[in-house]
């Protein structure tokens, strides 16, 4: 936003004298024709107000290039042979084409703006709606602020690209053209003049552009380093306390700092630079005009009302000129920032509901795994021929050492990802004959990292049934033992939680998870790593209110803790992706295998 | 804005640059002002007159201004720059260092995403605020001002339509900065709540889909998305009508000029070329007007920034090193609570209460208890992170706040619950926990943390980089490593804060058998959550509610803590009848 906000602020400024800054290097679309096309789908529905917007476009743009014209007639004709009259009257037309062109230009401004924004939430609709089509998958892939800055900065450069460089562009192009064919009939010799200075001012702005562009990168660069240390050690700070290290991170904070100064003062001075040579540039043209217009004049050859349109029109057109490659930059940015939104439209969702998915209701709870083999990337395989089956009503636990696959085989259950071989079935049918939705709905999870949304304590309870009365969510909380400790907090359920929930601590967290799987009353249970933060004594409490919720329902258990595992039906022990052990607790304390190893040296008190 | 006030005592090292800065924008604007005068000489004087040789030389002073001007500009560029970027620089030096000093508490109170914001971004939108102010604010009062006194020296008879335009303009100019002011405020909250809400659904996608609440969060951004629409759209509505009438004021009081000057030509008062001039200095003065807005309006912006600046600034640090501290020649490591009471907010439950006990130097204490009891608290107050509310903490008889920080910190090794690790190579996180570290030291640690093994078998062990976060160890590892960095400096007080956990058990039998043959002398504390972690320790602290429900060894615990023994029937599964 902050990005956005001041290169819009810039080019207001650009807008208002010539461009005093420059942005940065600009990035190009790979396939700008598509791209155009895509957005221009986008504001069809706004095709009216767009068409009648670009009318006026061209009326303000005609009005304004008529007064200049008229200007040098009244002066000639009209003031310079005293005709009183003949002035006012013409003064009036004047006066009229100046509020003709103040109305045009306002209703072209709205009318943009409404339709840029429209488009604009539409568009920024349509991007956060995909996101939650895309699978897991997807997600792993990429870091959030990477996504983060699609929805914001990029829809944000292009709302400004729509709602101001369009009819600049369509402006300027008319502007010049028009002023051109009037330089032309009022006076052919000047005309040229006037054009002789566009090359130079091209070509300086193209040199300057090149030059400050290596010293944005450089700053770029250094921005990056110092942020990303400011952030390290801010996030550390601690453990610089505790180390006594703030001397020496004050000393590396403080060379990168002035490597930045370095290159920011650089960079910034080199583009202040640009605004100035173009308006001596201009200047330098409207004096070659003034001198050759007056040596014309006393040869016969010029009018003096000639030489003050030319005045008019030569900052007419110098200053659009100079604009053009600011508003075309920016363009171009806006063009390749929609190119990465389109890209993320375009985005297959890997997992989709078969053409006649079945709406399960409710699940009996048999599961099975088949053959199961599964790779989050090409190259590391996770789980291999993992099979095993769960009757409804069944307790199974997984048991593993970290990174062994456990999260995996739940994952796979609920379909967040796809299986590369093999089979899950879920009451006798693969769970890709289902619909996804009513698939997870059946499925009630609680996750390792609960995560928490901003809100109250008892909208994130409701998370899991949005229905729930609150006295169906202090009953959820109750269950989940979390309701104790919300009775002390300052406004109970009321309490809002942060983002990310870091008022509370990580068990409280977890047991408000619960307490939100609690609610959902689904048909099939898992919980992984569910209790980890929670001391041993709560678990057991929680474990009544589990009992009591996984009873009847096929649960799947992940812990570390095996005490807490020790009544389920069945105990899956994976490792490297494989189930090594299979059975009860008994058996597998009789095998004398893993499991007896890892259970003894738990309990070897 | 006062905040901004506050913040320029930075500027004043640069004083210099910050004068020539608008001193130097002042050569080129008084040439873009001299520009029309000339003019309207060639004009009057040469073309009227038929003087060629006043043309060709008025032609080569207004070339000879242009150069002075682009100069002025150039220079104007150079100083604000320097003025503005120095400036910025000072203020992020001193921001950080201040960070760097902040307690714990000073820290939560900030939160780390907020002072992260405020180093990062806020500073560099105050530094591009003085800058656009030198480089580019300065020029529009001084066209301004500059083209009403020109108008006013060369053509006084035009000078009524400046009268009624000027008040006129600058109301305008006024009321809309102000109005937009309030309104992007409006749409900068309904922008944050976008972010917030988009952040979230991406941060916690996991549990969206779990829940199939896909459909549910659509909905909940569509009313956010709308609403920043709603209001982009009356904010948009009001800045875009600000151009339209500024340029129809100004185009208005061109044909009053027009008129005005008509009625007087035709009297003979004046000549043509000063109508000319006239008009010319009406676009110069709305265009410094309009660049006033635009660049007033991004300034105003900057306020909020300067504001959670001079926060920072300003937070009253309160732990700091005694300005005499006791001197002592080494810590033994004997530390006692005396009656502690810790809190972390002003109001809040207290989370330690009434807390007292003694542990001997080179005791090895274990503490244990269940979530949110206290336990990381109680660690934390011995390096002084927290101080407490009341009761004292004594390190060697000596209350903890006569010990310079210095000296008590570089006693102690400290293991946090999270393992924090800093990018770059892993002897540099070692050097951490000491400074000039030889390789032998460093495999001396790493073998006792049970590191050594897994360190080997990276590329370039010691010398293998690791990214930010340390996302390319996995937890086990980086734990390791953060029990490493602590035994690196032989400390005499060592603390561990459950950081076995993410441990195997015998990686972590190794590490509870090197804490007790290799550092005898060391005090060490000990938070666990498996009773097998601590069964050994001279002592153990049986923490409940922030109190200490019973202290002892692991038998006498079994026999006195009827909380100790749940916990205890709980992990081992065996009922402890024998005691009963």
């Known amino acids: 936003m902050n990005k956005a906000s001041s290169s819009g602020a810039e080019n207001a400024v650009a807008r208002a004298r010539g461009p ?144 101001q460089s369009v009819s600049q562009i369509v402006s300027t192009i008319l502007m010049a053209s028009g002023v051109i064919i009037a330089m032309f009939s009022l006076n052919w010799v000047l005309a040229i003049v006037t054009l002789l200075i566009i090359p130079l001012m091209i070509y300086t702005t193209k040199k300057v552009i090149t030059y400050s562009s290596s010293n944005f990168i450089k700053r770029q660069r250094d921005l990056g380093e110092l942020n990303g240390f400011i952030e390290e050690s801010i996030s550390g700070i601690e453990v610089i306390t505790l180390f006594g290290k703030e001397e020496q991170v004050f000393t590396k904070f403080s060379s990168i700092n002035h490597r930045l100064r370095h290159s920011a003062r650089a960079a910034d001075t080199v583009s202040g630079f640009l605004g100035p040579i173009n308006n001596f540039i201009s200047t330098l043209g409207l004096a070659l005009v003034i001198g050759i217009g007056a040596l014309m004049t006393l040869q016969g050859l010029a009018t003096v009302g000639i030489i003050a349109a030319f005045v008019t029109y030569s900052r007419q057109f110098y200053r659009p000129i100079n604009q053009l490659s600011n508003v075309l930059n920016m363009f171009q940015s806006a063009i390749a920032g929609a190119e990465r939104v389109f890209e993320i439209m375009d985005e297959k969702p890997d997992l989709q509901d078969k053409p006649n998915a079945l709406m399960a209701s409710s699940f009996k709870g048999d599961v099975e795994f088949k053959q199961v083999d599964f790779r989050y990337s090409e190259d590391k395989q996770i789980l291999k021929g993992i099979t095993f089956s769960a009757k409804a009503g069944e307790t199974i636990a997984l048991v593993g050492p970290t990174g062994s696959g456990k999260t995996t085989v739940i994952n796979l259950l609920s379909r967040f990802y796809d299986i590369d071989s093999g089979e899950i079935m879920i009451d006798g049918r693969n769970i890709k004959d289902y619909q996804m939705s009513a698939l997870r709905k059946r499925i009630g999870i609680v996750l390792q990292d609960t995560f928490l949304f901003s809100g109250t304590i008892m909208e994130n309870i409701r998370y899991g049934r949005l229905k729930a009365t609150d006295q169906e969510v202090i009953e959820a909380a109750k269950m989940a033992s979390a309701h104790s400790f919300i009775k002390h907090l300052p406004e109970q359920y009321d309490t809002p939680i942060t983002s990310g929930g870091s008022n509370l601590s990580q068990g409280q967290k977890q047991l408000l998870a619960i307490a939100r799987a609690i609610l959902a009353d689904s048909d099939i249970l898992i919980l992984d790593e569910a209790t980890s933060s929670i001391d041993t004594r709560t678990e057991i409490e929680i474990q009544k209110g589990l009992h009591y919720l996984t009873k009847g329902r096929t649960s799947f258990v992940i812990a570390h803790r095996l005490k807490t595992i020790e009544n389920a039906d069945r105990i899956l022990v994976i490792k490297d992706g494989t189930i090594i052990e299979s059975g009860s607790h008994m058996e597998l304390m009789g095998q004398r295998g893993f499991y007896y190893e890892l259970y003894d040296s738990q309990f070897n008190i | 804005m006062k905040s901004l006030q506050k913040l320029l005592v930075y500027i004043k090292p640069y004083k210099w640059f910050a004068i020539l800065g608008p001193l130097f924008m002042c050569v080129e604007v008084a040439m873009d002002l001299l520009q029309p005068t000339m003019m309207q000489h060639v004009i009057d004087t040469g073309i009227a007159n038929g003087n060629h040789a006043y043309v060709i030389k008025l032609g080569f002073f207004m070339i000879v201004s242009a150069v002075l001007g682009l100069l002025g500009a150039m220079g104007s560029a150079i100083y604000s720059t320097k003025a503005a970027v120095y400036f910025g620089t000072d203020i992020r030096q001193d921001v950080f260092r201040k960070t760097e000093q902040f307690s714990s508490r000073n820290h939560d109170t900030f939160g780390t995403g907020k002072l992260i914001t405020i180093v990062t971004n806020d500073i ?59 309104l992007f405020q409006k749409v900068q909250e309904a922008m944050d709540k976008v972010n917030t809400k988009l952040q979230e659904t991406l941060a916690g996608i996991r549990v969206v889909k779990a829940f199939n609440r896909e459909e549910f969060e659509k909905s909940n951004f569509k009313t956010v998305n709308d609403m920043l629409t709603k209001r982009n759209f009356s904010a948009e509505q009001i800045i875009v009508s600000l151009m339209p009438i500024t340029m129809f004021v100004v185009n208005i009081a061109i044909v009053g000029g027009m008129w005005l000057g008509a009625i007087q030509v035709n009297q003979g008062v004046i000549q043509v070329g000063m109508i000319l001039a006239f008009i010319n200095y009406l676009h110069i003065i709305m265009n410094g007007l309009m660049s006033m807005t635009h660049v007033l309006m991004q300034i105003t912006r900057s306020f909020p920034s300067a504001d959670r600046i001079i926060q920072v600034l300003d937070t009253h640090i309160d732990i700091e090193s005694p300005q005499q501290p006791t001197p002592v020649s080494e810590i033994r490591g004997e530390i006692e609570f005396r009656n502690v009471d810790y809190s972390y907010s002003k109001n809040g439950e207290y989370v330690l209460k009434n807390l007292s006990f003694h542990a001997k130097s080179g005791e090895k204490i274990g503490i244990i208890g269940s979530t949110g009891s206290g336990k990381t608290t109680l660690l934390k107050l011995i390096p002084r992170l927290y101080d407490p509310d009341s009761g004292t903490v004594l390190i060697d008889g000596i209350d903890l706040k006569n010990h310079s920080l210095e000296a008590l910190r570089s006693a102690i090794g400290f293991v946090p619950q999270k393992a924090t690790l800093f990018s770059g190579t892993i002897e540099e996180n070692m050097q951490y926990g000491k400074e000039h570290v030889t390789a032998s030291e460093m495999e001396e640690a790493a073998e006792l943390a049970a590191a050594s093994e897994f360190i080997h078998k990276l590329d370039g062990t010691y010398d293998y980089t690791l990214m930010q976060g340390a996302t390319n160890l996995s937890g086990g590892q980086k734990q390791r490593l953060s029990i490493a960095r602590a035994l690196i400096r032989k400390p005499n007080i060592l603390l561990l804060d459950d950081s076995t956990s993410a441990l195997d058990a015998k990686s972590e039998a190794a590490v509870q058998r090197a804490l007790k043959e290799e550092f005898p002398n060391t005090t060490v504390f000990l938070i666990a959550s498996k009773i097998s972690s601590i069964i050994d320790c001279d002592q153990i602290l049986v923490l409940e509610d922030g109190m200490i429900e019973a202290s002892g060894t692991h038998d006498e615990l079994l026999m006195k803590s009827s909380v100790y023994r749940e916990i205890y029937r709980t992990q081992s599964g065996k009922e402890i009848l024998n005691y009963e």
């Open chain 2, 124 to 182: 560099t939108t105050v530094q591009n605020a003085v800058r656009m102010t030198l480089f580019i604010l300065v020029r529009g009062p001084f066209l301004f001002v500059g083209s009403i006194v020109i108008v006013w020296l060369t053509a006084r008879e035009l000078f009524p339509i400046l009268l009624i335009a000027i008040p006129i303009l600058s109301i305008c100019i006024i009321w809309f900065s102000v109005k937009s002011g309030q």
């Open chain 1, 20 to 163: 005093r800054g420059f942005g940065g290097p600009v990035e190009k679309a790979k396939d700008k024709k598509g791209t155009m096309l895509r957005i221009w789908r986008y504001m069809k529905k706004e095709k009216w107000s767009l068409v009648v917007s670009i009318v006026f476009v061209i009326l303000s743009t005609l009005l304004s290039l008529c007064a200049p014209y008229l200007i040098g007639i009244i002066v000639d004709e009209y003031i310079i042979p005293k005709d009183m009259s003949g002035t006012v009257r013409m003064l009036i037309l004047l006066a009229g084409i100046y509020t003709a062109s103040a109305v045009f230009t306002w209703l072209q401004t709205f009318l943009m703006v409404n339709v840029s924004l429209k488009t604009i939430r539409v568009m920024r609709q349509d991007l956060f709606n995909k996101f939650q089509t895309l699978s897991l998958r997807f997600f792993d892939k990429r870091a959030h602020g990477e996504l983060m800055s699609r929805v914001t900065n990029d829809i944000d450069n292009l709302n400004q690209a729509l709602s």
